[in-house]
């Protein structure tokens, strides 16, 4: 089945610079790539996703890169600020499947 | 539109008992889903359904039953509480038109935060 690895673990970086998370992924078949952004207690929120026929999406402060010959993709946040302090999740599936296979997630803090 | 409702919000239970969490959606997605969470992990698929009627497992099924009788709700049962159960569950729906099946964006409840004691 499909694996998911998402590196860093935990990502500090000073206000106003960018951050970046990168995943990678196993199964060749999985087409459909999310990210989730999720804060303290609260529910995993959609911020950005990315599908197989495109290598690269942006939307605003935050894109997504996804390079499909070596099974990797990544998020991209620009001119960080403190409310992008959370959990971010990425996470695959394959087409039609509609099951998500989630990374182990990313706490990222902005420090001021 | 309430979105992906789920209660209750907190419970803890005594090893042994049983307990039913609740879901239930208003957005007509024929996609639902449950998911735990272990603290400082990701989420993990426990069973999914694509519509009334259909059920299928997850990732981590073992402990776990569901039903979806209808379209709005997908009770997640738990019969026999075990420490390993404790976590953070929660529940998504999604919506794929019919022919050909195109991945949609999951939405998310507010999670039910079990302990199991």
């Known amino acids: 089945g499909e694996n998911v690895e998402q590196h860093p673990s935990t990502l500090s970086v000073q206000e106003g610079d960018s951050a970046v998370i990168k995943c990678t992924y196993s199964?060749?078949?999985?087409?459909?790539f999310p990210w989730y952004k999720q804060e303290l207690g609260k529910r995993p929120q959609l911020i950005i996703d990315?599908?197989?026929?495109?290598g690269e999406k942006k939307d605003q402060r935050i894109a997504v890169t996804l390079n499909k010959t070596a099974k990797h993709f990544s998020l991209h946040i620009t001119e960080t600020q403190p409310e992008d302090s959370a959990v971010y999740f990425c996470?695959?599936?394959?087409?039609?499947?509609?099951?998500?296979?989630f990374g182990q997630g990313t706490r990222l803090t902005i420090n001021p | 539109n309430a979105g992906v409702t789920q209660t209750p919000k907190f419970r803890i239970l005594k090893i042994g008992q049983s307990m039913t969490l609740q879901c239930t959606q208003d957005?007509?997605?024929?996609?639902m889903y449950w998911y735990r969470q272990d603290p400082g992990m990701g989420l993990k698929l426990i069973y999914y359904?694509?519509?009334?009627?259909?059920?299928d497992k997850g990732e981590v099924p073992n402990g776990y039953n569901v039903s979806r009788s209808t379209t709005e709700d997908f009770p997640l049962r738990l019969e026999l509480a075990a420490p390993s159960q404790t976590s953070v569950y929660f529940c998504?729906?999604?919506?794929?038109?019919?022919?050909?099946?195109?991945?949609?964006?999951?939405?998310f409840g507010d999670g039910t935060r079990l302990s199991i004691l």
């Open positions: 996470a695959a599936s394959r087409q039609g499947a509609q099951k998500l296979v």
């Open positions: 359904s694509v519509g009334a009627g259909i059920t």
């Open positions: 199964d060749s078949a999985s087409n459909y």
């Open positions: 998504a729906s999604s919506y794929s038109r019919g022919g050909l099946i195109i991945n949609q964006p999951q939405h």
């Open positions: 990315i599908r197989s026929n495109v």
């Open positions: 957005m007509n997605h024929n996609y």
